[in-house]
């Protein structure tokens, strides 16, 4: 059983709430996050491993567009909607440490986002 299939079958019965390393991905995350992320098609199996998917649907708005370097908070692709979930800071049970390690998580997330293994979604 490879390293991939033992993590999906444990990620199916571990606590929604508790953190996992998924093969692949920088870092812990939690396991509902990324139950989420594979059901939203934000992740994807690829080889042996979990990667981030490329989103065709993610875009600048107009109104962040005219802004140069603006971040987009309005984008509503799959992906965006995903990263605020996982950036929600409202979860129960974690500690201030586990919350700082997970948004420093998704931070070098973003940042080195381009180095990640990333693999095309076929537009639907
Ligand atoms: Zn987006
Ligand atoms: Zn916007």
């Given at each position: 059983?490879?390293?991939?299939?033992?993590?999906?079958?444990?990620?199916?019965?571990?606590?929604?709430?508790?953190?996992?390393?998924?093969?692949?991905?920088?870092?812990?995350?939690?396991?509902?996050?990324?139950?989420?992320?594979?059901?939203?098609?934000?992740?994807?199996?690829?080889?042996?491993?979990?990667?981030?998917?490329?989103?065709?649907?993610?875009?600048?708005c107009q109104n962040c567009?005219?802004?140069?370097?603006?971040?987009?908070?309005h984008?509503?692709?799959?992906?965006?909607?995903?990263?605020?979930?996982?950036?929600?800071?409202?979860?129960?049970?974690?500690?201030?440490?586990?919350?700082?390690?997970?948004?420093?998580?998704?931070?070098?997330?973003?940042?080195?986002?381009?180095?990640?293994?990333?693999?095309?979604?076929?537009?639907?």
């Amino acid at each position: 059983m490879s390293e991939l299939a033992r993590f999906l079958e444990a990620l199916q019965s571990a606590d929604g709430d508790g953190f996992c390393s998924p093969p692949g991905l920088p870092g812990t995350w939690r396991v509902r996050h990324v139950r989420s992320g594979l059901a939203r098609r934000v992740l994807v199996e690829y080889d042996a491993i979990i990667a981030f998917a490329r989103n065709p649907r993610h875009g600048v708005c107009q109104n962040c567009a005219r802004i140069r370097g603006a971040e987009c908070d309005h984008c509503r692709c799959s992906t965006c909607v995903w990263e605020r979930e996982v950036d929600d800071r409202s979860g129960p049970k974690a500690t201030p440490e586990q919350v700082a390690q997970l948004q420093a998580q998704v931070r070098r997330f973003q940042i080195g986002r381009a180095k990640a293994p990333v693999v095309a979604l076929d537009a639907e």
